[in-house]
């Protein structure tokens, strides 16, 4: 007897886009554009929900058993890309004193890696709400949280706050795995049009730029905002688009990000620091190819691996198949 699960070859093109997107927005580009690191936002609420999206499907089959196979997954990824970036710090520093702040346990040992310590919290509290038999609240708490983001950051300074950027992006993980999960339960995707969601994703870029603009009125302070209204409705538009998309299931870069999503987003600060050091200065043609270079280093490097080392590769992103995509029982 086989469990198999229901991939979507559009979601793991979509992934594939999210990641190169992230490449983009820790870049040069980022500095000199900022209303385009803005329109980026997009991209980590989206992998929220792609992964609230199939862990509803594990634990539609697995019942509270499907969180000990996620947290196998999420919490290898943590420990070995934290350990990872622990010692890249200390070889390119000489110095791992930057980390000793309390900050570390909320984002991390590298910037980007608050993303795993976001996806451990958001798992911790849809646990609890569905061990608990709460699941019907599980809408409530998705707004309340939504709520309590924008007060920290960006809106705090409209209500008298000191804004709190790290801890609201955070807790970005929390009701956006609930959105996934709570679409994948109730298929609400069979509501919404790929024309609505296009019409989604557009208002939404609409929405984040004027709230950007009309809180700073400087495109340059947008750079501290994780998340605005906007950003909420342009990724679950996105995702929508998605879900929507028809891609056969032999794709090459559905397969591709299905693959190397993960592993694009972990590992690209490293090489994009390495080269930056190397070879690009500020103002030259190599700077502003620095992250596309980037990219094209990594995927040869993870396709080389992938082929010679299958397991190695897993072990480096955490796939374990946690959702089997074939589980014998």
């Not at 980026?40 to 000990?68: D, E, N």
């Not at 090459?252 to 592993?263: C, D, F, I």
């Not at 590992?267 to 596309?292: E, Q, R």
């Not at 590769?313 to 959702?323: A, I, P, S, V």
Request: charged share 10%.
């Amino acid at each position: 007897m086989s469990v198999t699960s229901n991939r979507n070859a559009s979601i793991d093109l979509f992934r594939l886009l999210a990641a190169l997107m992230v490449f983009v927005n820790h870049s040069a580009y980022s500095g000199q554009a900022p209303a385009l690191a803005l329109i980026g936002r997009w991209t980590v609420p989206f992998f929220f929900m792609v992964s609230g999206y199939y862990f509803q499907q594990a634990y539609t089959k697995l019942s509270i058993s499907a969180f000990a196979k996620t947290l196998k997954s999420v919490l290898t990824i943590y420990v070995l890309a934290n350990s990872f970036y622990l010692l890249f710090v200390g070889v390119t520093d000489g110095s791992i004193k930057s980390l000793t702040t309390h900050f570390t346990l909320v984002v991390g040992t590298y910037f980007h890696l608050w993303f795993l310590t976001s996806l451990l919290l958001g798992y911790g509290v849809l646990w609890l709400f569905l061990v608990c038999n709460n699941e019907k609240y599980i809408p409530h708490l998705t707004g309340l949280v939504i709520l309590l983001i924008l007060c920290l950051n960006p809106y705090s300074s409209l209500i008298g706050l000191p804004a709190h950027p790290v801890y609201a992006r955070s807790l970005l993980s929390i009701p956006f795995l609930c959105i996934g999960f709570m679409i994948a339960k109730y298929t609400l995707e069979i509501n919404v049009s790929l024309r609505m969601a296009c019409q989604m994703v557009a208002v939404g870029i609409g929405i984040q730029l004027v709230e950007a603009w009309l809180l700073t009125k400087s495109w340059q302070y947008t750079l501290n905002f994780n998340f605005v209204v906007g950003t909420l409705i342009f990724s679950v538009g996105m995702f929508f688009v998605a879900l929507q998309s028809r891609i056969p299931e032999n794709n090459v870069l559905s397969h591709y990000g299905r693959r190397y999503s993960m592993a694009f987003y972990l590992y690209h600060p490293a090489v994009n620091y390495l080269l930056s050091k190397a070879w690009s200065k500020p103002g030259t043609i190599s700077y502003w190819l620095n992250p596309f270079l980037s990219l094209l280093i990594l995927f040869c490097l993870f396709l080389f691996l992938d082929r010679i080392s299958p397991r190695c590769f897993r072990l480096l992103t955490g796939n374990f198949r946690r959702y089997a995509l074939v589980e014998k029982v």
